[in-house]
């Protein structure tokens, strides 16, 4: 057996899967779906063939044909808690073979949000979290971004429901009897009250990058490939209308400077409140918070950052999640390009500047676990979702500043095209980069020290704070706020949501607690209607020990599921000794919001939790 991810049982001596055929009855009144997977080989295989799962339960292998049972069997009997378990199916030179199985309440990737947690209230909603490695939890597959697969979809839903996919939408139509295969009996696919909707994705995709929602879901088009998806009735819908509307202007920015669009459509699904992530970069349908719909056009960064993985991450993705960097260093690198042209220098330089901030706030936090601060970490045995930090995002985008600087930036957008053409729809590893680097810009090596960059820990001496006059200005004016200044209304006249971020997350940790209700009495910043706003003023006022903060605090933590906002209040609140009072609140907090957060921030938190108890 040879392992090609540490995250995947997969084996590197096997096939991979090139196509899959999924059918899915979803059953609301259970949080579960009943399904079957037909899995595509690209020839037939005599064998063992190993397949990732997780939380699943029912499991059974199929000859595609007769039907007949096929052998399989499940490792380890005890799951991994972090990956699960391996289904090995025996093959008799199959080129397919039908999977079927059912999800469990536990399946991570799922969260069935019940009428009560919807903005409409009325009806209730699923959607998916793949990444990094959930995707086993909805069906068995190779779940190791170095495989690839194209897939098509049938999903059984309540016909007051419609249904979305990163993925082309085919057809709307009643269900046919038979067609489910052993997935389902046509008793439960044909019952009256149930509609089938059909997808197809026709380019070979990422695991991770698999993605539905289903749930009482409008649309507005705001552009000739964008239309925008949500629950919540057309408040919601028109205010998401109006945010987004500079979307295409941004695809366009995007093609002139990383080549053509390969995904035809760019759509965009904003989430129940519980959404995990900010945005997740699901191809052709991006998911996103509803907290980036702020009204003020700001939500318009996190729209660029998850349009630019449609070329880094979801044209050219990393092998494993030890090359996450790829992913993510290069989109956050190509967020601030197309931030520069549409919004200017200024924008892109805070930006660049609340991510030097977050950069070095991860050394503090893995200053025992310096592994984590490597672009290229070892992760056998850890769950990325634990690990998950602004490493691979800002040092990544350090890194290829960097690169930037040397060469110019005429020759390293020249670079960036002919990387992203050389590489599209694969996978690869950081060693690839690193060989088309210096082939494509002979002698780099010698101008800049890529070995302490991707296997050294911390940051570089020769990354670089960015310079520009407002970030300048708000960094020393936050340095000030210790030495009891206040900026005046002059000085913080034309902020907007990011400069106060910025200002907020510069100020020293432990301020007088006169000083912070002080601030907030002149400039109102624990009702910013700015979430980033509200969070970093939330998680001052904790540390500087503001306890008439803390019913907000309880509100906000009740009011959001993303984890970017859950992480550093909960933090916040545990960290440190002798804090027993906040100790109790985040524990009665965490009980009391818990089922409506999704179980991957249920985990992250439960995990804060226990390191401080
Ligand atoms: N791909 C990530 C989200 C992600 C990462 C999900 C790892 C699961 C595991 C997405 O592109 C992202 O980075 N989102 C950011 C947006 C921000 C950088 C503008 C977020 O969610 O905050
Ligand atoms: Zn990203």
């Known amino acids: 057996m040879a392992l090609l991810d540490p995250h995947s049982f997969a084996d590197a001596s096997h096939p991979f899967a090139t196509h899959v055929s999924l059918t899915f009855y979803l059953d609301f009144a259970t949080s579960t779906i009943l399904g079957s997977a037909l899995l595509t080989l690209p020839s037939p295989h ?3 063939l190993t397949l990732d799962t997780r939380s699943l339960s029912n499991l059974s292998a199929l000859d595609p044909l007769s039907l007949s049972p096929l052998p399989f069997s499940l490792s380890p009997s005890n799951p991994d808690p972090v990956l699960g378990q391996s289904l090995t199916v025996s093959l ?8 079927t199985f059912s999800t469990t309440p536990a399946s991570s990737a799922l969260q069935w949000l019940s009428p009560a947690q919807t903005s409409s209230r009325s009806h209730p909603f699923v959607f998916t979290q793949c990444q990094s490695i959930h995707a086993r939890s909805i069906f068995p597959c190779q779940d190791t971004p170095a495989a690839r697969i194209r897939f098509s979809a049938k999903l059984n839903l309540p016909r007051p429901l419609s249904a979305v996919m990163a993925a082309a939408h085919l057809a709307r139509r009643d269900p046919a009897p038979g067609e489910a295969g052993p997935a389902c009996p046509d008793a439960l696919w044909c019952a009256q009250d149930r509609v089938v909707e059909e997808f197809a994705m026709n380019q070979p995709i990422p695991p991770y990058l698999f993605a539905f929602a289903a749930g009482d879901i409008g649309f507005r088009d705001v552009g000739p490939r964008t239309r925008v998806y949500a629950e919540g009735g057309t408040a919601m819908l028109d205010a998401a209308a109006r945010e987004f509307a500079g979307t295409e202007e941004m695809i366009r920015v995007g ?11 760019f759509d965009l699904l904003v989430l129940p409140p519980s959404f995990p992530y900010g945005g997740m970069e699901n191809p052709r349908m991006v998911f996103l918070t509803p907290t980036v719909i702020k009204g003020d056009a700001s939500g318009a960064q996190v729209v660029a950052h998850e349009l630019a993985h449609s070329w880094t991450g979801n044209l050219i993705t990393n092998k494993t999640n030890e090359d996450f ?5 290069f989109t956050t690198y190509a967020e601030r390009r197309i931030v520069e042209m549409v919004q200017g220098e200024e924008r892109a330089a805070l930006n660049t500047g609340i991510g030097w901030r977050g950069l070095n706030e991860e050394m503090e936090r893995f200053k025992d676990n310096m592994e984590f601060t490597k672009l290229k970490p070892k992760l056998a045995g850890i769950d990325p979702d634990d690990v998950y930090s602004q490493v691979p995002y800002e040092k990544g985008f350090q890194f290829l500043w960097r690169i930037e600087r040397q060469i110019g930036r005429p020759a390293f957008d020249e670079f960036l095209k002919k990387y992203i053409s050389t590489f599209k729809f694969q996978s690869i590893d950081t060693e690839t980069f690193l060989e088309f680097l210096k082939a494509n810009v002979p002698g780099i090596e010698n101008q800049i020290d890529l070995k302490l960059w991707v296997e050294g820990t911390g940051i570089p001496p020769d990354a670089m704070e960015p310079v520009s006059t407002i970030y300048t200005k708000i960094v020393s004016l936050a340095k000030d706020f210790n030495a009891g200044r206040m900026p005046r209304e002059d000085e913080v ?3 907007h949501g990011q400069e106060w971020e910025l200002y907020l997350e510069n100020v020293p940790k432990a301020v007088e607690a006169s000083q912070v209700a002080a601030l907030d009495a002149r400039y109102r910043l624990a009702e910013s209607r700015d979430w980033e706003v509200k969070v970093a003023f939330l998680q001052l006022a904790i540390s500087s020990g503001c306890k008439e903060y803390f019913g907000e605090v309880e509100k906000t933590l009740k009011q959001v599921g993303r984890m970017k906002y859950l992480r550093p209040l909960y933090t916040a609140l545990v960290q440190g000794t002798g804090r ?3 100790k109790m609140l985040a524990k009665r907090i965490f009980a009391e919001a818990h089922d409506g957060y999704h179980p991957i921030a249920q985990g992250v938190v439960e995990s804060i939790l226990s390191k401080h108890s």
């Open 255 to 265: 093609e002139a400077l990383f080549g053509p669009y390969e995904w035809e459509r």
């Open 580 to 582: 027993d009072e906040e």
């Open 92 to 99: 008799s030179s199959h080129s397919s073979l039908l999977l």
């Open 325 to 329: 960097w790829l992913n993510e260093g």
């Open 46 to 48: 005599m064998g063992p």
């Open 493 to 495: 006249a034309d902020w």
